[in-house]
């Protein structure tokens, strides 16, 4: 992401990532659990505690940090603090790793000396090896040691949560809420880039935000703003252990505490905060593991947003339609077959479907297109795949990317 | 498939596949749809109609054989014969693709002498390219010129089935029916290799027996073999536009007609149903697109048969899981999370999984196993993923194979 600040419709995105909001600390430094990146993060509000919101993988599976999370803020709403580390997610451990998660976040309360029940975990890395819980110790006393709200903070700790991903993800937006007139900024950082796997990925997601804000309302707010960006988005389809995406609000912008989800203050920041959320879903999906193109997929006209959605999904998934995007294939077949399976009914003759903006299928049947020029426009970073059926209004986006012969590369020869 | 015979628990493994069984004659003849290959099949019951039932893809995007044969069947149980071209699907045709479908029939239907409703039809290939109805036509005159019931005419109608696949599929096994003493013959043909895709795949069976059997009962066992076979079986996910299994039943065993389905020779014949359609469906998956290995993903200890289902398909379709088969790495992670995503609660320290027959997982954790042994244990053609989830007491079986770099190469390098 560039740093300077700029118009995008309603916001001026602003840099600063995960502390470009009002009211928090960061900071991200190396312990060693990682070869040579930093691997420690600790998110701080830095007056009292934030209120606090988080949504978490839905596995069977899953880490001790997404049990503890999860009851913490079941339980209270607020948090002081978030400690993260990469490199190891402290998953399939066992009771000792329920152990080393909950001294993990002891060791952040005693070194912000606040409770540690106001501390949130999160782990990714490495399933199935023990943390190593002494450089963990010093790790987490630096990096409360090296806490700051400068741009240069907000990118170590985006380095700091990172495994397989190749960039840093970070994203921030500002703007005046319509009623009260205060500004708000809402920004974040994500980490993603495969999936779950003994030395790989997870989706983790960090938001803050200095709006004031209840806290059923903040939870509401990323429910939605997850359910149409990082709870669409696909690499290959495996969720993780671990993923885990948490939202702070600081209150530090002074306005009214927002209450009441039918308001016109809470319609403004429910929209940004789902456009940042987007936004880092489809950084996660760019950098998928030997991805060469973000691929959007649009699904329009189905009777309900959630048959949208499945179709788009089944489409972002396909194996076929992701190597076919590999190739610069404009093969139409495929991505009517992977609609065709996707569990809802339409009439193939009703459907239409586009391809980096050429219409590729209509009435049952394909359209006489160009194919090399097709071709040749699926050769770029970026582009969409839409899909209308003809039967109703709603719509849904799912956000993917190609599969490669890096994909097998990296998925094939890494080694448990 | 050996042509010799040999004995397989309660079956003799006999030559013929699809003519085994008696009463029937086949042709696999080339009118020049494929560049090499045989790519007209025409199987016919000899005297008088055959009991007849199908099975056909859930894809919504169906080509006109499907609706077709599945409504003919639908209408009357019986049928004369089936005629199958390769090589070009005849979907997303629109309605010229529906008249060429019918007019295919009917030349079956005029070369036999028969009416046009007692003919099936089934195609494979590319799709939304018109079908080559002119060389069709003397393909299907060709092949009523050459029907027969050897073995040699059994393995030329297997080839005139086949599209990317590597190798003609067929298999026959013969028994005596414990009530009424008939010796039984069920044999069979299927093509599969890749799945959906303007130039490959389509899964189709062809299973004929000599049984005499009433429709109903027929079908019943058609729907339970398949349940377990074809549908239990996965190259990536995607269902097909022509997918098609149907299972002709000529009578010529001389049996009373089996009506009850409680009966033991009922339960013999489905029995030996299910066994040839396992081992046709176990062979399209080991000759899936860039296919190294076959694997069979076993579940157990759930509690229903569709958990077991859920998670074994889950397994079975994941990207990683099939990487890492491809590259032998005794990735109990990723096997573990993907039972973890498939919408089945179970509790991960009651779950324990075998890899190539070692136990890698266990209460909630990975065991203390030889990881290269392991690995050296999967460098095999075939090889079977056991994960007990330790709730109940059903289970279930999905066929696999992994991804490789071929699977790619396959998939992206073909252009439209």
Known sequence: MAVSEMEIGKWSVVAGGVVAARGFQVAGVR????????????????????????????????????????????????????????????AGNGYPGEHDNTQMAQWAANALRVPVDLILTASTGVIGT????????????????????????????????????????????????????????????????????????????FITTDVAMASDALRSALVAATAVSFNCLTVDGDTSTNDSCFLLASGAAGNVAIGDTDSADYQAFADALTHVCIHLAKEIARDGEGATKLVTVRVTGTATTEDARKVAKTIAESPLVKTALFGNDPNWGRILAAAGR?????????????????????????????????????????????????????????????FSYDYVRINAEYHT
């Open 31 to 90: 312990c060693g659990i990682k070869r040579k990146r930093r691997d420690i993060c600790l998110l701080v509000c830095e007056d009292g505690e934030a209120t606090a919101a988080g949504v978490f993988t839905t596995n069977v599976v899953r880490a001790p940090c997404v049990d503890w999370s999860e009851s913490r803020l079941a339980a209270k709403g607020t948090a002081k603090a978030i400690v993260v580390n990469a490199g190891n997610a402290n």
């Open 130 to 205: 023990p943390l190593p819980m002494a450089i963990i110790a010093s790790g987490i006393t630096d990096a409360a040691d090296h806490l700051g709200n400068s741009p240069e903070a907000a990118t170590e700790a985006a380095e700091a949560i990172l495994t397989t991903d190749t960039f840093t993800k970070e994203y921030a937006v500002r703007f005046p809420l319509p009623e009260s007139g205060a500004v708000v900024t809402v920004g974040g950082m994500s980490k993603g880039s495969g999936m779950i796997a003994p030395n790989m990925a997870t989706m983790l997601g």
């Open 342 to 402: 996707a569990g809802v009914r339409f009439d193939p003759k009703k459907a239409t479907a586009y391809l980096a903006g050429t219409c590729i299928f209509a009435h049952g049947t394909p359209t006489k297109f160009d194919a090399p020029a097709v071709s040749k426009a699926m050769a770029v970073k970026e582009l969409t795949i839409h899909v209308d059926l003809g039967t109703g209004d709603a719509e849904a986006r799912f956000y993917t990317c190609d």
